[in-house]
Every structure is written in structure tokens, then in C-alpha cells.
């Protein structure tokens, strides 16, 4: 699965596999045999995962990981090329047509969790490009994916958001791994955090402020 294919499997691959990433001379249509073996290689990474967090209530959504991917490698691509591309960025990078559930939100992070390092890459380019601002917009609506990038959530319902066990695990765990401060003191949140750290807090996070009503 790792020999060379198409520049859209290889950057999908190797970034994955080696946290790098190929930047190409030019943006090429992803024809439909792509996308299915993109869609068969994240059934893969995703049960790999799974296992981990150990929940046999998910299965991947095929779709939407590979919608994502394409949303990352043309993001990506577009760090490079901009010749005559503003008129396609809406077809390039298109909104998530989806139903936004636990699995589709962690079938997206497969790819999704490497955009918040092409964002600010973008940005340091030029912080008024309108692609900053598409990406920025598909994070805050997979917002797992951007824990650890400032990300406007000031209308997320928490408790609403992290109900399901497994996903808030999952929330909760790449909060402290990412060391989000701005995420870890909202009210709810920090409770939850606090009651997972229990008598450990100090082990696990010791700069952590405790929020209370009386310190919001």
C-alpha cells in the first residue's frame, strides 16, 4: 500500500507515516480508483486506532476521511501553487456535507489533525489569505482536530459535544497532550479534567489552574 501511486496517496501516506510532507509542481485531479484505495487505506489506520481507544461501537466513515484528506492535500498543495487557483478554492476546499457524529469526527482526524501545522505555515506567508480562514472553518467544525490551535468555539455546547465516553477520553486526553490552556479552562472541561487527574493532578499537570465559580 506504501509503493508510489499518485501524488494525492503519497502525501496521504507518507505524511502519515513519517509526519512529512511532498509539495508538488502542480494540483492534479483525484480520480475516483484514488479515492477508493484512500478510502480502504483509512479503514485500516482507523481500526489501528480504534484499537487503542478500544471501542467496538465505531466504524470509519470512509467518506468523510477521505474528504478530509482531499481538504489536507489540496490545502497543502496550496501553500505552493496559487496561479489562477482563487476561483477553485471553493471546489478544492469543499464544506463537509456529512453528518458530524463521533465517527465521522475522528475518521476526519485521520487527516485533519496534520492542518492546524499547514495553517500557520499559510499564515506565515500571508495572514489575509481567504484560504486561512476556509481551513479555520473547517477546524472549528472539527474542532478534535484542532486542539491546540486557537480556535473560536465560544458557541460549542460542551456537555453536549464530549457525551459519548469514548470521544470525551479522547477529547480530554489530547487536551492535556497538547497542553491547550485555553481549552482545559473553560468550566466543564476543567472539571472533567480534574476529576480524570484525581489525586494526580500534580503528575499530570501541574501548571493547571483549578476553575471555580469563584475564579471564572
Known amino acids: ?45 482507523f481500526e489501528k486506532e480504534r484499537l487503542e481507544f478500544l471501542s467496538d461501537q465505531m466504524s470509519c466513515d470512509q467518506k468523510t476521511a477521505v474528504w478530509a484528506a482531499k481538504v489536507l492535500y489540496h490545502s497543502a498543495q496550496l501553500y505552493l501553487i496559487r496561479d489562477n487557483t482563487e476561483k477553485n478554492l471553493g471546489k478544492l476546499i469543499p464544506e463537509f456535507k456529512g453528518t458530524r457524529e463521533v465517527s465521522s469526527i475522528l475518521s476526519a482526524d485521520l487527516s485533519l489533525r ?29 474542532h478534535y482536530s484542532g486542539i491546540g490551535y486557537d480556535l473560536d468555539l465560544k458557541y460549542v455546547n460542551w456537555e ?8 470525551r477520553k479522547l477529547y480530554l486526553e489530547r487536551i492535556v497532550e497538547k497542553k491547550d490552556y485555553r481549552l482545559a479552562e473553560i468550566p466543564f472541561i476543567n472539571k472533567l479534567l480534574i476529576a480524570e487527574f484525581g489525586m494526580h493532578k500534580e503528575a499530570f499537570w501541574r501548571e493547571l489552574k483549578i476553575i471555580t465559580e469563584e475564579n471564572q
Open 114 to 142: 496534520f492542518l492546524p501545522q499547514i495553517i500557520v505555515a499559510l499564515n506565515a506567508i500571508d495572514p489575509e489569505d481567504i484560504l486561512i480562514k476556509m481551513l479555520e472553518d473547517i477546524l472549528a467544525e472539527f
Open 160 to 167: 453536549k459535544e464530549l457525551e459519548d465516553k469514548t470521544y
Open 1 to 45: 500500500m506504501m509503493e508510489t501511486r499518485s501524488p494525492f496517496l503519497d502525501t496521504i501516506f507518507l505524511l502519515r507515516k513519517n509526519e512529512c510532507i511532498t509539495l508538488f509542481s502542480s494540483l492534479q485531479e483525484i480520480s475516483e480508483k484514488e479515492e477508493m484505495e484512500a478510502g480502504e487505506y483509512f479503514e485500516t489506520e
